[in-house]
């Protein structure tokens, strides 16, 4: 499906993010979006085995040990694409994060997810990352809306959000629990299909 299916986008595309694609490999810029391969598990341990990385993501135990690194590859190559394409983001010839969508076909909407290792921070890879995962979501699938939500202390995922175009749409108060065991407020952002502009400035 991931062959076909970019193949489409990139042929179709309205974007010039799809730069060229080889292998199921997607260039767009400096990234290369990928699937994941057993080869990651050093890699993602290395940049997901950091607490200020995981602050946000109280589901990632830390620290992040080899054990966890291999479960973590295993679930990213194993799980379905076609519900859960999970893209490596490759920079540099390394695998630095994930941008991933969460298909929902029943109510025709898709959750997007990204991180990166602290080491890349501050260099706009997120957006760079998200936007044409985006366009292929759309494109790819029979969505109508996709839509992200982070803890409303999570100032940078925040910022990617805006940078991506998308509309603050909703705040759930006391959604969860932060690693500290507090409660924590939830912020959603949403973008619609025809609000969607993939060339966007971000
Ligand atoms: C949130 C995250 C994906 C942002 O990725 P990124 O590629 O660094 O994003 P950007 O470079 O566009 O930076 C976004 C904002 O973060 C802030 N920022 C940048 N570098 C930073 C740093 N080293 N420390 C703190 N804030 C920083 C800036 O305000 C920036 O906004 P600006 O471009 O308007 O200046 C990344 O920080 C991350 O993966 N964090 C851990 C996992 C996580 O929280 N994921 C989101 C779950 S919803």
Redesign the pocket.
Known sequence: MWCSTVREAVDSSRTEEFVYLIESRLRIKRLILRRFSPDDVDEAQKYRDDPE?????PDIPQPFTSADARRFVETNIEGPWDRYPTFAIEYRGNLI?TVELEIDADDRTAMI??????E????????EAARPVITWGFESFDISKIW????SH????R??LE?LGMRHSDTILNHHLDRSGNSGDEVVYEVLRNEWEPGGAG
Do not use: C
């Not at 990385?53 to 993501?57: E, I, Y």
């Not at 890349?120 to 957006?127: C, E, L, N, P, S």
């Not at 992200?148 to 803890?151: K, L, M």
């Open positions: 990385f995981a602050k946000f993501l994060g997810g990204y991180a990166i290792g602290r890349q921070w501050g260099k706009g890879i997120a957006v992200a939500s982070t803890d999570n100032a940078q995922s910022r990617v940078k």
